[in-house]
Nanobody, 120 residues
Framework: QVQLVESGGGLVQAGGSLRLSCAAS????????MGWYRQAPGKQRELVAS???????NYAVSLKGRFTISRDNAKNTVYLQMNSLKPEDTGVYSC??????????????WGQGTQVTVSS
């Protein structure tokens, strides 16, 4: 169906910024919702942000406006701008996409994830 590849993760000091990218490729008709999730060691995966094909966004309340999700439909890419990073933001960040086929069938794909480490 669709393959998702994340990039942009790395090691950053507290207060710094990172911009994650996730590019979709493969066979699909249209991409509906796209989102970013993260999982810290010993914790459950949680939603960071999502964006619909129409541009509507949703964020985890705990982020308090520090993160911004956006997408470029022409490039089939979703971005996550992360500012004022905190050590508790450390984790594996994965993107996902809900893809619709020409027959209307919707499937969900996940990327392999990119590591984000915030040092104090």
């Amino acid at each position: 169906q669709v393959q998702l590849v994340e990039s942009g993760g790395g090691l950053v000091q507290a207060g710094g910024s990172l911009r994650l990218s996730c590019a979709a490729s493969g066979s699909f008709f249209v991409i509906n919702d796209m989102g970013w999730y993260r999982q810290a060691p010993g914790k459950q995966r949680e939603l960071v942000a999502s964006v619909t094909s129409g541009g509507s966004t949703n964020y985890a309340v705990s982020l308090k406006g520090r993160f911004t999700i956006s997408r470029d439909n022409a490039k089939n890419t979703v971005y996550l701008q992360m500012n004022s990073l905190k050590p508790e933001d450390t984790g594996v960040y994965s993107c996902n996409a809900d893809v619709r086929s020409r027959t209307g069938f919707v499937s969900t794909s996940w990327g392999q994830g990119t590591q984000v480490t915030v040092s104090s």
